[in-house]
């Protein structure tokens, strides 16, 4: 219990220190690696953990799906916000500067949770922003504290 209040605190502290994250991290975009990993195993513990911290954050704007076969969290738009409005926009145009802009905040704030989990619960967990246009293409993919921008290459 006392590494669940650890983890959930760690995790608040994450969702609240949102700003902007440093070029590197931007940069090492192309290193993360989304397959799934086969000999790793996540308890189901483990995913009701994420899961709970992901919709304590981020439950006003997406709904959190988990698929065991990828290990990916997956942030699902709500339809009829501003922020879905918003996204759809810039997934309209991601390559315009103030949208790409917007994708690696949006990123950025998901990287201390990603590097938590890490740490703290198994590696290989995905966190991924679905695009709001339902094109199969996802905005971004948080792994490990890594992001790839699938929708800016």
């Known amino acids: 219990m006392r590494k669940f209040l650890l983890f959930i605190s760690l995790c608040t502290f994450a969702l609240a220190g949102c700003s902007d994250n440093d070029e590197t991290t931007a940069t090492a975009a192309s290193s993360v690696a989304v397959e799934s990993i086969a000999d790793s195993v996540i308890e189901q513990e483990d995913v009701d953990k994420i899961q709970s911290a992901l919709e304590e954050g981020y439950s006003n704007y997406y709904d959190v ?6 290990m990916t969290f997956h942030l699902i738009s709500k339809d009829g916000t501003s922020e879905t409005d918003t996204l759809k926009k810039v997934a309209n145009n991601p390559n315009d500067a103030e949208h790409e802009k917007t994708i690696k905040e949006m990123a950025g704030s ?27 293409e996802s905005l971004f993919i948080v792994s490990d504290g890594q992001i790839e921008y699938p929708i800016l290459q």
């Open 110 to 136: 998901l990287v201390e949770m990603s590097n938590i989990i890490e740490e703290n619960i198994v590696e290989g967990i995905n966190i991924e922003l679905d695009n709001p246009n339902e094109n199969g």
């Open 65 to 70: 799906r988990y698929f065991d076969e990828t």
